[in-house]
């Protein structure tokens, strides 16, 4: 089990940025695949970005595709995701997840750890 923490939510105009951090508690962090997740009001949760254990490899849904950058430090138990010209349609709740796997990928489902979330409201 790994418990996070996200931080760095806010109220932004659109075209404006936020860096999103997800804190973990594992020491053992480096073995888990991250996600960010993302539920506006009356929609159903639906995954924003991924990144494996390493860093090296990530998925975006099409539609942040070019405007955000999911990444991670292992020393320091945190993933970040940039959010760059943002659009009020970002308008929603943030999650991190984590899900502690043998193979080196970036999962786009099945995370079995979540943190409380973030929420970020773009405004036009």
């Known amino acids: 089990q790994v418990q996070l923490v996200e931080s760095g939510g806010g109220e932004v105009q659109a075209g404006d940025s936020l860096r999103l951090s997800c804190a973990a508690s594992?020491?053992?962090?480096?073995?888990?695949?991250v996600g960010w997740f993302r539920q506006a009001p009356g929609k159903e949760r639906e995954v924003v970005a991924t990144i494996n254990r390493s860093g090296a490899s990530t998925y975006y849904t099409d539609s942040v595709k070019g405007r955000f950058t999911i990444s991670r430090d292992n020393a320091k138990n945190t993933v970040y995701l940039q959010m760059n010209s943002l659009k009020p349609e970002d308008t929603a709740a943030y999650y991190c997840a984590a899900r502690r796997v043998v193979t080196d990928i970036a999962y786009r489902n099945a995370y079995d750890n979540w943190g409380r979330g973030t929420q970020v409201t773009v405004s036009s």
């Open positions: 594992a020491r053992t962090f480096s073995l888990y695949a």
